[in-house]
Nanobody, 126 residues
Framework: QVQLVESGGGLVQAGGSLRLSCAAS????????MGWFRQAPGQEREFVAA????????RYQDSVKGRFTISRDNAKTTAYLQMNSLKPEDTALYYC???????????????????WGQGTQVTVSS
């Protein structure tokens, strides 16, 4: 199993940046693909970005392409989400998740992810 703890959320003005971190416990971090999802009040949890076990393959939701960058450091067992040019519509609770079934490819479906963090709030003011 793996436990995930997100950090780095906060309040930022539109156009600003934040870097989210997802610290994973355990020694098998490199066996998982990692994903970031977000959920705004009253809305479904949606895919944001994902990265495979090596970091060599990434995938993004169209609305964040060119603004967000997902990365990982397997030695530090941590995944990151660098968010630039933030918009008010990016406001949500952001979750990181681990997928043990598809470590080589990356998937967008939340149902493919086995483990979830508790979430970190990102609020973008206009």
């Amino acid at each position: 199993q793996v436990q995930l703890v997100e950090s780095g959320g906060g309040l930022v003005q539109a156009g600003g940046s934040l870097r989210l971190s997802c610290a994973a416990s355990g020694r098998t971090f490199r066996n998982y693909a990692m994903g970031w999802f977000r959920q705004a009040p009253g809305q479904e949890r949606e895919f944001v970005a994902a990265i495979n076990w090596s970091g060599g393959l990434t995938r993004y939701q169209d609305s964040v392409k060119g603004r967000f960058t997902i990365s990982r450091d397997n030695a530090k067992t941590t995944a990151y989400l660098q968010m630039n040019s933030l918009k008010p519509e990016d406001t949500a609770l952001y979750y990181c998740a681990a997928d043990s079934t598809h470590p080589i490819i990356v998937t967008m479906s939340r149902y493919d992810y086995d483990y979830w963090g508790q979430g970190t709030q990102v609020t973008v003011s206009s």
